[in-house]
């Protein structure tokens, strides 16, 4: 092998784009990691689950799950330089099928997601009101749901005059027309900052990436000015170890870093094939990992510096605090019109918010966009226009979210389009880049970007621990979804009041109603669709000749000349069941396809694979 092979093995290398700088990358990356859910939903699961002692399996889960798949995925897409679908069919073409339900994945996130940041959009534009819409002053006596107004201004605001929300996810209630500009304005800026790659994506990192932390700065500094906020700090910090011999808290830790961190979307590999192959991804993997583990935590003693002011001035209890959008536009809005200045921290906290959602956007549609990229179909197709077809598709499927009964499709896209799934394709990451691909060969990949073999950490949590952990937390994540029953919280109002005549109210406005027929279907489909391509490619493409994967020149240099040898399919059945103890009746494997291509780890020599390797 000569150079020939080296232009052969990276054939999108020098035509691929690139980051500006490794510090756009690192920015990027950032923006990926760290989202909404860093702030609303990390310190409501650290309350909920002992306070400080939730710590304890937070920054153990990140040690041996999270940072170790991050790490991963960065040098898989770094090393192969393409986008999902392609890197997992050059691995293996019945592999293929997890590049597909990446982006299916991807494209599900991207279609419910910006409905977070239209949220905040519109909380941003009504925040430059004097007094604040959300106010009990501006209740309207004439209404004859004024008492329950008056019981809680910022939630009768939230679920009546923001959003509107209807008493049943089967009564569409027609569109909100604030919320729909604010979708229309929410894509109009990810396409402005995704039409040219990561030229324009680096860019605006920059800016989204950096923002985000002055305002949380500013509101920290802000907050434990006020009074309360050590009492709100202490009540997210106080441990209670016993919850520890709880299974659940574990699994919340488990969940929580593998969602926030952003593995298994694939857009991960997506940003690490815009990187050039000489680089240290490990630093990358550890930086971005912590940095967005850090966020939370100062999120965290944010939101609660201020909820503990909230109990002051109000007399709600801080252990009250809701999770996800509630906390977001109910209790951080009812704290924040009790401040001095209230526009000014309102409309810097939702602007924050805003810029969370829309860096997060910019990984998942990317993680759609650069697989489609690498397909001869559209590889002629200006990235513009291809980019742009891609967001008006995602803008019209995500569109029904804009209507009154949108926080119903929201929570019904949110517990099910992604949880599933993404669990699985992390597990079969795992198994197809360890068990399939081959350690050994992982392994020199990563020693000639980076210049270092692996520590063995590393590869005991990427051959053991982090697939046990994924295979514990998607089997407590099916028996949780088969036990409960598919409820959803629906809006019924106060007590006093109820926005329906057949459904009574309730004190926290709030009654779980069964879903639909309809709903539940949808829900089955939006966990088959993505999971459903895997067990399709690997009966399709079983016997498929694997696409060599030649290493590149500098490889080379160091003495490693692969040889090629046959490899298909039913080769590696007949290894399996040869490791298992079954007997082999046939005369040898009769699908053998040629083309694989394999490498010797020098030291580790492992004899589940075929490997040959000569001095240059």
């Given at each position: 092998m000569g150079k020939d092979t080296e232009q052969a093995g990276s054939p999108n290398e020098e035509n691929r784009a690139r980051w500006g700088s490794h510090l756009e990358f690192l920015l990027a990356g950032v923006g990926l990691a760290v989202g909404t859910g860093n702030v609303w939903r990390f310190p409501y699961l650290a309350q909920k689950n002992g306070g400080g002692a939730f710590l304890v399996p937070y920054c153990i889960m990140l040690a041996v799950e999270g940072v170790p798949l991050f790490f991963m995925e960065l040098?898989?897409?770094?090393?192969?330089?393409?986008?999902?679908?392609?890197?997992?069919?050059?691995?293996?073409?019945?592999?293929?099928g997890i590049g597909l339900a990446q982006v299916v994945v991807s494209f599900s996130m991207t279609v419910y997601y910006p409905i977070v940041m239209t949220w905040c959009m519109y909380y941003f534009y009504l925040s430059f009101r004097n007094p604040l819409p959300w106010v009990e002053s501006e209740c309207d006596s004439t209404r004859e749901d004024y008492s329950c107004c008056v019981s809680?201004?910022?939630?009768?605001?939230?679920?009546?005059?923001?959003?509107?929300?209807?008493?049943?996810?089967?009564?569409n209630g027609g569109f909100v027309n604030g919320v729909v500009i604010c979708w229309v304005i929410s894509w109009i800026l990810t396409y402005a900052c995704l039409f040219k790659g990561p030229e324009s994506l680096g860019?605006?990192?920059?800016?989204?990436?950096t923002f985000p932390y002055?305002?949380?700065?500013?509101?920290?500094?802000?907050?434990?000015?006020?009074?309360?906020?050590?009492?709100?700090?202490?009540?997210?910090?106080?441990?209670?170890?016993?919850?520890?011999?709880?299974p659940n808290v574990w699994m919340d830790a488990a969940g929580q870093i593998f969602y926030s961190l952003g593995t298994g979307f694939g857009a991960l590999i997506c940003f690490a094939s815009y990187n050039p192959i000489k680089n240290n991804c490990m630093k990358d993997a550890l930086f971005i990992?912590?940095?967005?583990?850090?966020?939370?935590?100062?999120?965290?003693?944010?939101?609660?510096?201020?909820?503990?002011?909230?109990?002051?001035?109000?007399?709600?209890?801080?252990?009250?605090?809701?999770?996800?959008?509630?906390?977001?536009?109910?209790?951080?809005?009812?704290?924040?019109?009790?401040?001095?200045?209230?526009?000014?921290w309102a409309a810097a906290f939702f602007f924050m918010m805003v810029t969370l959602a829309l860096n997060s956007e910019f990984g998942t549609v990317e993680a759609c966009v650069t697989p489609l990229r690498d397909f001869k179909i559209f590889s002629k197709m200006r990235r513009e226009l291809l980019c742009l077809i891609v967001c008006c598709?995602?803008?019209?499927?995500?569109?029904?979210?804009?209507?009154?009964?949108?926080?119903?499709?929201?929570?019904?896209?949110?517990?099910?389009?992604?949880?599933?799934?993404?669990?699985?394709?992390?597990?079969?990451?795992?198994?197809?880049?360890?068990?399939?691909?081959?350690m050994p060969r992982f392994l020199k990949d990563i020693e000639y970007m980076t210049g270092s073999v692996p520590h063995m950490y590393w590869q005991i949590c990427w051959k053991w621990v982090s697939p046990l952990l994924l295979i514990v937390v998607l089997l407590s994540s099916l028996i949780k979804k088969m036990i409960i029953p598919e409820t959803y919280e629906a809006?019924?109002?106060?007590?006093?009041?109820?926005?329906?005549?057949?459904?009574?109210?309730?004190?926290?406005?709030?009654?779980?109603?069964?879903?639909?027929?309809?709903?539940?279907?949808f829900a089955a489909l939006m966990v088959i669709a993505p999971v459903m391509w895997i067990p399709v490619f690997i009966f399709w493409k079983r016997n498929a000749a694997v696409q060599p994967i030649p290493y590149l020149q500098g490889m080379i240099d160091q003495g490693m000349v692969v040889e090629e040898e046959p490899f298909s399919f039913g080769d590696e059945w007949q290894k399996f069941k040869k490791r298992i103890g079954l007997k082999n009746n046939r005369a040898g494997n009769q699908v053998g396809n040629t083309g694989g291509c394999v490498i010797e780890n020098k030291g580790a020599r492992d004899p589940n694979f075929?490997?040959?390797?000569?001095k240059a």
């Open positions: 040098a898989l897409g770094q090393r192969l330089q393409q986008g999902s679908i392609k890197i997992w069919s050059r691995i293996r073409p019945y592999l293929k809680d201004p910022a939630k009768h605001y939230y679920y009546v005059s923001a959003l509107q929300v209807t008493s049943s996810i089967s009564d860019k605006a990192a920059y800016f989204t990436a002055v305002v949380l700065f500013c509101l920290f500094c802000r907050g434990v000015s006020l009074e309360g906020a050590g009492k709100g700090i202490q009540v997210l910090f106080t441990p209670d170890f016993s919850v520890l011999y709880d990992s912590c940095v967005n583990c850090s966020t939370s935590i100062f999120a965290g003693m944010v939101v609660y510096a201020i909820m503990g002011f909230r109990e002051v001035s109000t007399g709600i209890k801080v252990a009250d605090v809701e999770g996800g959008p509630g906390l977001a536009f109910i209790a951080y809005t009812t704290a924040v019109a009790e401040m001095p200045l209230p526009q000014l598709v995602m803008f019209l499927v995500g569109l029904p979210m804009c209507c009154r009964n949108g926080l119903y499709v929201f929570n019904l896209w949110d517990n099910y389009s992604v949880t599933i799934p993404l669990l699985c394709v992390g597990l079969l990451e795992c198994i197809g880049i360890m068990w399939i691909y081959g809006f019924v109002g106060c007590e006093d009041h109820p926005i329906n005549d057949d459904i009574p109210g309730t004190p926290n406005w709030n009654r779980k109603i069964p879903f639909t027929w309809w709903a539940q279907f075929s490997q040959t390797v000569t």
